[in-house]
């Protein structure tokens, strides 16, 4: 089926800048994108969602934006610091009464 | 406050032993849960998900099974393991409505399997 790919498997980002992590999907009905941080051996902790009425939705040190004329999802972290290294996955529900779709996740690296 | 409870944290079994994690979730009711397999350094596989006691979707063909006995309890379960059925098992819960809620998950087990 479709699913939410990601254009950047690994991202290295110099400590105190921002990041920006990019994720695609494919179908255009898709109405709930959701990002997850996963730590190394850790279950994945939510980090933010955005529906398909907003573009952009902001929380602390992070913003996603949606747009959909592109299909496309990414996150920014602002400051980044050494503790936001880990994977992060974007994840979308298509239409339907079906689970979440995930990507196959971006590693992020902060150098220090 | 509600939280989700997943054990063991790890588990190392031969080939054709069977297996059982287990997963509750406190602090909600009629909780829709799931169960994903994350193979070393890749994405989530979704394995099982049930909107309801007894009510168990499979997504992928395979070795294990799914039960829920009661409300907030999922089971994951294999009669014999195979060597792919090696990785990181993950339980999570979202809210009891559609599927375009968050997901919570636990904390994972580390199944290897020699």
């Known amino acids: 089926g479709e699913s939410v790919g990601l254009h950047l498997p690994t991202l290295s980002v110099q400590e105190g800048d921002n990041s920006i992590i990019n994720c695609a999907y494919s179908n255009s009905a898709s109405d709930y994108f959701i990002w997850y941080k996963q730590e190394s051996g850790k279950g994945p902790q939510f980090i933010i969602d955005?529906?398909?009425?907003?573009d952009k939705r902001q929380g602390q040190r992070v913003t996603v934006l949606l747009n959909k004329t592109v299909k496309h999802l990414s996150l920014q972290i602002a400051a980044t610091q050494p503790g936001d290294s880990a994977v992060y996955f974007c994840a979308e529900n298509e239409p339907g009464n079906t689970p979440l779709v995930f990507g196959k996740g971006t590693r992020l690296s902060v150098i220090a | 406050s509600q939280t989700i409870h997943q054990w063991p944290a790890t588990l190392v079994q031969p080939v054709g032993s069977p297996l059982s994690l287990e997963c509750t979730v406190e602090?909600?009711?009629?909780?829709?849960l799931y169960w994903y397999r994350q193979a070393a350094g890749r994405g989530l596989q979704l394995l099982f998900y049930s909107v309801g006691i007894g009510q168990i979707s499979s997504e992928v063909p395979q070795n294990l099974s799914a039960s829920r006995p009661q409300d907030r309890q999922f089971i994951l379960s294999s009669k014999k393991l195979l060597l792919s059925d090696s990785g990181f098992y993950l339980c999570a819960w979202s809210a009891p409505t559609a599927f375009n809620e968050k997901l919570f998950f636990g904390s994972g087990t580390q199944l290897s399997v020699l």
């Open positions: 602090g909600t009711s009629n909780p829709n």
């Open positions: 955005i529906r398909s009425n907003m």
